[in-house]
């Protein structure tokens, strides 16, 4: 006796959606002039999940020597600078300023579409043991969040 077997399958849709960011304020939220040892500064940036999907996100410190200050001297302070990164009392990122490379760890911090938006707060310190070596040492920087889903 032979078997046979079919089956079929309804129709199927594949819909796409968006990764999206908005950051606020957008504009330059923390300057670090004149930081001497044991000084610190604290900040927040608002996070919004604008997209369709739920997100994951990461933070990179995008840092490079200001003014006249050479490489080797920026690396240097980038290194000596602590930064603490954190949602209300959830630490995405704690360690130097130089090391807040693509932060939380892969995949990255969830941001769905229900919470649809937070506040990290950053806090960049200068130990109060950094001797005068980092006197002058001027470091531009920006905070880079990339999306992903």
Known sequence: ?????????????????????????????????????GSSITGQINVANTGTLDEYYQITANWAPAGSTGNSAATRLANELSASVTVGT?????????GLIDEPASPGRLLTLVTGNEDVSFT??????????????????????????
Not at 90 to 98: I, Q, R
């Open 90 to 98: 959830t630490p995405l990122y704690v360690g130097s300023f130089a």
């Open 1 to 37: 006796m032979a078997f046979s077997f079919e089956a079929s399958e309804s129709p199927n849709q594949l819909d796409s959606g968006t990764v999206s960011l908005a950051l606020s304020p957008d504009a330059s939220v923390f300057i670090l002039a004149n930081m001497s040892p």
């Open 124 to 149: 960049f310190a200068l130990p109060s043991d950094a001797g005068t070596v980092y006197q002058g040492i001027d470091l531009g920087f920006a905070l880079d969040f990339v999306a992903s889903s």
